[in-house]
């Protein structure tokens, strides 16, 4: 054991050397080569395996074209039939100096992408990146243009094709209060019968504040003022219907009347890139009023929501309240957004924290709680954490980020890459992949890796001439000698009461937060370095016997006791260890324990359900594994469960209005997860008289046996109107119960605790039996321990979970 010990403490000391000490040319030099390799067989993949199809599926080795694969609600509306993963990747190219790559893809765009399909899509994900792919795409294009060696024959055509999509996004803004919808059709926009969108009363945060960075680039590129002016009026309404006592904003806003949905507030999911924009907006347009509010809003974030190294969600009227225990990853770019403001020390220790939990769990889950446990275990590829490791290492200088990023690249290598590119990680727990590559990997994941590592003499472009937009495309600061047309935003005088300072006005540079101090990074993190508790060397507590009276009943106590997940090894096999340790004699043994009864378990205690066929020709023999919710009826008071005949609803995403409530009364309906929260269907369906709800995962794939259950949770405002039962079927099991659906017509089910599933044999009983446990005295003589049959054992406390 000391053996042992000597060696894990060799080896995190060398872990942590080796994550501190510099760099090499060489070695920057063979990442970067590395990157480029990836960057190859991903773009590679999507080319050869996808083109013209907005995604790659790296586990198909095929494209994801809208309608031809099962629909996954919201997450297709990022999908617009225009080629998403090319246009995405343009600027890339040249940053990765793929200058050949470039000039094809730029072509292939011109000839081949169309933006007039009659598709239903996402406003903010079109926006950041299509609209943003277009403008950084015009944006080098006309660079090497200038410079006289390439793209001669280019006409501007990516900028014409930017002008098209922001005035196909423009029927979006054609509300009441100036907020966009969330969603347009590319050929028939809001109005027209045929749009098939229009119906929708909210949106996020992000959603409606993150289209100026765009909107204004293309104002000033192409001379039109109308997409600033929309823009800029968005930004108006947030900043007016923000949380006057808090200075916070919510997550969801009705776009009609402007009041609040959602009113937690943080700075992840559904407002993140809202605070980015404001403090980018300043940057590029050299508007001073986007940067007084973003300062009103980050000394709120500050004050309320920043509990260092966590960032929590809060209730923007009462902010000293926190909503949830869980954080997104989408946090992640914060510490990055923290750098341009110049406050390091919370950046470095949001940080820090965020590698821990990659420590622990190779990525970044999708959610984690604020004990660092997995909350929802998929990782998507994304990029957030690279880009801020990127700008905290430009910050600083300190090759400690180096290492992050090298990290970074060898866990990409190691867990995501597939023969046909690289596939997101569906839960970070099991490994298991999802058959999908988000076109957020090639624009922003490759780019800021590339840029880690690389100098800027090395780059075919000075990087600080751009700023990047929340998809990593690159806009001129140039554009704020541009004049706009419009009218400027205002922010009221009285709220600006900000104290101002060094940085207030500009970005910190190193030489004045580390004057003769570079170790001052490390000395923040060295705090945070065991907070999730991976990687703390350990003092073995010294072995003890004990002795354990074990009555036979019909079982071999060794079997006995490994029935109960204790494994024992003589202690004879034990060649390290003490050697005035504990006797060498027949009879006694070490014990470990593995089947932990953990003190720090991995996610809360899930009470499996099942949703049962009982009619015929089922009769109760397909038995689907079923996730409970935290909110609704609770199925395990109910005795007998609940029983009724299913029917979808119409919306399938259950989202609005049901427009099948007639169907759906007094039947439990079928929903699928995605475009809004478990907690807006469960009520728009307990509106319709539905009986009860089963939720099916959009995920295409899932299913309970890879994928550990989870609780369905509401939507940070009081559920107690919601008095349905509600479970969740993982994506298999879902297409089982949909497929039984459309074939018999008429289904019933029955929904209850697995425990208390029909025709579950009852009768066994788990053996038992009596174990006492004594501690010898010292000095006490062997024969007066237990009379009778005894197994002496050796117990290792430092094995031991309880």
Same mark, same amino acid.
């Given at each position: ?144 243009? #200038?410079?006289?060696?390439?793209? #001669? ?222 909350? /929802? ?306 009520? /728009? ?6 009986? =009860? ?20 949770? =509401? ?88």
């Amino acid at each position: 054991m000391m053996l042992e010990t000597l060696l894990i403490t060799s080896l995190l000391s060398w872990v942590n050397c080796l994550e501190n000490q510099s760099m090499t040319p060489e070695e920057k030099t063979n990442i970067r080569n590395q990157i480029l390799e990836m960057f190859d067989h991903a773009y590679g993949s999507y080319m050869k395996y996808a083109y013209p199809a907005d995604e790659l599926m790296p586990l198909s080795c095929k494209g994801r074209v809208r309608g031809e694969e099962p629909n996954r609600g919201d997450i297709d509306d990022s999908l617009g039939k225009f080629s998403l993963t090319l246009i995405d990747t343009l600027d890339t190219l040249v940053v990765l100096n793929k200058l050949d790559e470039f000039e094809d893809a730029v072509r292939k765009a011109v000839r081949d992408v169309r933006l007039d399909n009659d598709v239903v899509v996402s406003v903010f994900e079109t926006n950041i990146r299509v609209l943003g792919g277009l403008l950084g795409g015009h944006v080098m294009a006309d660079l090497l243009r #200038q410079r006289g060696e390439r793209m #001669q024959w280019y006409r501007d055509e990516l900028l014409h094709m930017a002008v098209e999509l922001g005035h196909r996004l423009l029927p979006a803004f054609n509300t009441s209060s100036g907020l966009p919808y969330p969603k347009v059709n590319l050929r028939y926009g809001i109005l027209n019968p045929l749009s098939r969108t229009g119906t929708e009363s909210d949106t996020c945060t992000a959603c409606a504040g993150t289209m100026i960075l765009e909107f204004a680039a293309l104002s000033r590129l192409s001379g039109e003022s109308v997409f600033e002016e929309h823009a800029r009026k968005a930004l108006d309404v947030l900043w007016e219907r923000r949380q006057r006592g808090s200075d916070l904003v919510g997550t969801v806003i009705n776009i009609h009347n402007g009041e609040w949905v959602r009113k937690d507030s943080g700075v992840g999911a559904g407002i993140d890139s809202y605070y980015e924009y404001l403090m980018k907006a300043y940057i590029l347009l050299g508007d001073n009023t986007f940067l007084q509010r973003f300062n009103i809003h980050y000394s709120a974030i500050m004050k309320f929501i920043s509990q260092p190294p966590l960032l929590l969600n809060v209730h923007m009227h009462n902010p000293t309240v926190s909503v949830r225990s869980w954080m997104d990853s989408l946090l992640a770019f914060f510490p990055g957004l923290q750098v341009l403001t110049g406050d390091l020390k919370p950046a470095i220790e949001t940080h820090e924290m965020l590698y821990q939990v990659t420590k622990q769990h190779k990525f970044l889950p999708e959610a984690f709680t604020t004990e660092f446990r997995v909350h /929802w275990g998929q990782h998507l590829l994304r990029p957030e954490f690279a880009e801020s490791t990127y700008y905290l290492y430009k910050a600083t200088s300190d090759p400690y980020y180096l290492r992050v990023g090298q990290s970074i690249v060898e866990k990409l290598n190691a867990f995501a890459r597939v023969p046909c590119g690289f596939a997101a990680v569906q839960d970070v727990r099991t490994g298991t992949h999802e058959d999908r590559m988000d076109s957020f990997f090639l624009a922003e994941m490759f780019k800021y890796l590339y840029l880690l590592f690389s100098e800027k003499s090395q780059l075919p472009i000075n990087i600080d001439d751009y700023i990047f937009t929340t998809e990593a495309h690159l806009l001129p600061v140039s554009l704020s000698t541009t004049q706009a047309s419009v009218q400027t935003n205002v922010t009221e005088d009285a709220a600006v009461a900000h104290h101002e300072d060094l940085f207030t006005h500009s970005c910190p540079s190193t030489e004045t937060l580390f004057p003769n101090n570079p170790s001052f990074a490390k000395t923040i993190r060295d705090g945070y370095k065991y907070l999730t508790g991976v990687g703390r060397a350990f003092t073995p507590l010294p072995v003890r016997e004990i002795e354990l009276p074990l009555h036979d009943n019909s079982m071999e106590p060794v079997e006995f006791l490994r029935s109960m997940g204790i494994s024992l090894t003589p202690l004879n096999d034990i060649t390290l260890g003490d050697p005035s340790g504990p006797k060498q004699h027949k009879g006694v043994f070490r014990v470990k324990f593995v089947a932990e009864v953990s003190q720090s378990p991995e996610e809360e205690l899930v009470v499996p359900h099942v949703v049962q066929l009982i009619s015929p020709p089922f009769l109760g023999r397909t038995v689907l594994t079923a996730g409970p919710a935290k909110f609704g009826m609770d199925l395990t008071k109910q005795e007998h469960g609940v029983k009724g005949t299913i029917v979808k609803a119409s919306p399938y995403t259950a989202c609005g209005p049901i427009e099948n409530a007639a169907k759906v009364k007094g039947r439990i309906a079928l929903a699928l997860r995605g475009d809004c929260m478990f907690a807006a269907k469960a009520r /728009w369906l307990q509106q319709a008289g539905a009986s =009860g709800v089963i939720f099916i995962d959009h995920l295409e794939g899932s299913n309970s046996e890879e994928t550990p259950l989870f609780q369905m949770v =509401g939507d940070g405002d009081s559920t107690e109107d919601i008095a349905l039962p509600l479970v969740f079927l993982f994506n298999r099991e879902g297409a089982v119960l949909t497929a039984a659906l459309e074939e018999h017509h008429n289904v019933e089910v029955l929904l209850l605790p697995k425990e208390r599933q029909l025709g579950k044999d009852k009768s066994e009983k788990p053996v038992s039996m009596n174990i006492k446990l004594r501690l010898r005295e010292e000095g006490e003589p062997e024969e007066r321990a237990a009379q009778g049959p005894t197994l002496e054992l050796v117990l290792e406390n430092t094995e031991v979970f309880l």
